[in-house]
T-cell receptor
Framework: DAKTTQPTSMDCAEGRAANLPCNHSTISGNEYVYWYRQIHSQGPQYIIHGLKNNETNEMASLIITEDRKSSTLILPHATLRDTAVYYCIVRAPNTGNQFYFGTGTSLTVIP | DAGVTQSPTHLIKTRGQQVTLRCSPKSGHDTVSWYQQALGQGPQFIFQYYEEEERQRGNFPDRFSGHQFPNYSSELNVNALLLGDSALYLC????????????FGPGTRLTVL
């Protein structure tokens, strides 16, 4: 029932930008793209979400392709505290539909 | 502004017992969802409560039940505990009328011996 595909793991050097890709080729017109991350044994932390325009907040930027079939989460200056599992989720809001987390991408920031 | 809170933090039970976990949503939120996360896996959706009713349910047996109170807080009950119920139980709250972004609590770690 997975709607997204993410690489299993990625490494990033501290201070460099971390670019995490996500494929969602079957996304529907009313589905948003949400990103969460989970640091070991903690609850998932909301990062950012978007529908079709690129979005930026204090944590990250979200780039969504024009056809909306893929997106990239960008952490502009990765720190060791960004080491976590990152989940890309597509979901239509206010439908009661669940967030399907999948297995996510395990990002390791290397000193 | 308090975020989502859950209690207790940790819990140890034995097989066959019953357990109740509690969740207080983020201020202003009216919807609560519960997830189970086994070790090494992503969170799995259990059910969602809105207006004190179960609105959607994932693939979990009837041993898992819940309740939402008028103040929007929620409980998750698990009966006849099995060893396989050992997991991190996560509560997430959201506001139904918005983009419905879910905010998660820190979780309750349940160990069944």
């Amino acid at each position: 029932d997975a709607k997204t595909t993410q690489p299993t793991s990625m490494d990033c050097a501290e201070g460099r930008a971390a670019n995490l890709p996500c494929n969602h080729s079957t996304i529907s017109g009313n589905e948003y793209v949400y990103w969460y991350r989970q640091i070991h044994s903690q609850g998932p932390q909301y990062i950012i979400h978007g529908l079709k325009n690129n979005e930026t907040n204090e944590m990250a930027s979200l780039i969504i392709t024009e056809d909306r079939k893929s997106s990239t989460l960008i952490l502009p200056h990765a720190t060791l505290r960004d080491t976590a599992v990152y989940y890309c989720i597509v979901r239509a809001p206010n439908t009661g539909n669940q967030f399907y987390f999948g297995t996510g991408t395990s990002l390791t920031v290397i000193p | 502004d308090a975020g989502v809170t859950q209690s207790p933090t940790h819990l140890i039970k034995t097989r066959g017992q019953q357990v109740t976990l509690r969740c207080s949503p983020k201020s202003g939120h009216d919807t609560v969802s519960w997830y189970q996360q086994a070790l090494g896996q992503g969170p799995q959706f259990i059910f969602q409560y809105y207006e004190e009713e179960e609105r959607q349910r994932g693939n979990f047996p009837d041993r898992f039940s819940g309740h939402q109170f008028p103040n929007y807080s929620s409980e998750l009950n698990v009966n006849a505990l099995l060893l396989g119920d050992s997991a991190l139980y996560l509560c997430a709250s959201s506001l139904r009328s918005s983009t419905d972004t879910q905010y998660f609590g820190p979780g309750t770690r349940l160990t069944v011996l």
